[in-house]
């Protein structure tokens, strides 16, 4: 990096933090996959499996909680019924948009044969089911359309591009997932614009046309926990998946301040959000079809997850990032998603710094405050984990007043190794 870039950088100050503790509504399932057990049991469920069908279970690449737990209990459920279940991944174009590397991102989630006792037939084939009014066509995991039955098993939650009364959830697992890349493409081909009449209307033909028995939706609390699990029946996935998604919405987690000059992410990656940051968090989103959260001035990012495999998306969203998450990228994976999705902006690298630190000062020389020293400043791991967090002392007072945020420590400074990255 040029002498001349860091020595502009170098008097800016970062001001003193201090960790305080956001709260939220905790309440959770004691139990998630012991009140699986039992919706499993409902009408419309496994009683609607004839023993000997081939059962394809369909299961994607996002952090979830207890995702392995889930998947598990609805397998031995299916075999408990007599009939033969398979893991389908289901993810769009994840996992490098390959075969290969779809199964790879499940058995990261901790999900593959070994664990779960049943196969993971992973494929990119697809075959086209069917064509909407407008011309756009439907398509179907090739190995899953051979299946006697199809279960799909996501997270219910706001999307991080589009409004609607269906976001992200079993309609959008359907019609996205279960369509592979291929199909994502196709979903996304006239643009975000669209996405919320044409999510569920792909999805409606889908159901209509393969043999989808029944979806397993789970809502998260703020702190990434499971507060809700239900087994939702084909023909009541769309009427239940809304108000999922409306109680999805109200236990999001987010920042409880309305406006931030600076706001540090340490790590990105699809296994936090398929835009890597979840823009509900940041209030920086890749469309204009999305709106809500904080009113952030610049933004940096730090690092991509490990579990991301490279794979940056979100990156160009942020303002700033290192040398360190330039170097881990994997282009043809993040491209892959600007590409498949028709929004490329998030697919660009931001401005690089060759650290933590300088790409943080570079954040705060840019802010567009007039004294450095009272710069907002907010700190977080990941947009899923916002209970801890750091803010600058200039919030104090507002942080104090606040009566679900607790200080839990006092001011201090960051501190930086030689090379100018987090002591960790």
Known sequence: MSEIIRNMLKPIPIPPVVRIRQKFDASKLDDPLAVLIEDLKRPGAVDALRPG????????????????????????????????????????????????????????????????????????????????????????????????????????????????????????????????????????????????????????????????????????????????????????IYEREVELQKMAKSRMPRLLFDQIDVLVVDQIGKNISGDGMDPNVTGRYPTPYAFGGPDVNKIVVLDVTKESKGNANGVGTADFTTRRLADKMDFTATYLNGLTSTVCAPTKLATTLESDELAIKAAVKTCNVLDFTTCRLVRIRDTLHLGEIEISVPMLMEAREHPDIEIVSEPYEWKFDSEGYFLR
Do not use: W
């Open 53 to 236: 069908q081939r059962v394809a279970v369909a299961v994607g690449s996002r952090g979830i909680a207890n995702i392995a737990g889930i998947t598990k209990t609805t397998i031995d459920a299916i075999k408990a019924a007599g009939a033969n279940p398979f893991i389908v991944p289901c993810m769009g174009s994840h996992g490098g948009a390959t075969a290969e590397g779809q199964a790879e991102v499940l058995k990261h989630l901790g999900i593959d044969e070994a664990s779960m006792g049943a196969p993971v037939e992973s494929s990119m084939e697809v075959v086209e089911i069917d064509r909407l009014p407008n011309g756009l066509p439907v398509y179907v995991d090739k190995i899953a359309s051979t299946a006697d039955a199809i279960i799909v098993i996501n997270r219910v939650k706001p999307h991080t591009a589009f409004r609607g009364p269906i976001e992200s959830g079993i309609m959008k697992m359907i019609a996205i997932g279960l369509g592979k890349q291929k199909g994502a493409e196709a979903c996304h081909q006239l643009g975000f614009k669209y996405m919320a009449e044409f999510v569920p209307e792909m999805a409606q033909v889908m159901i209509k046309k393969l043999p989808i028995v029944f979806g397993v939706g789970a809502v998260e609390n703020a702190y990434d926990e499971t507060c809700h699990i239900e087994v939702l029946p084909a023909d009541r």
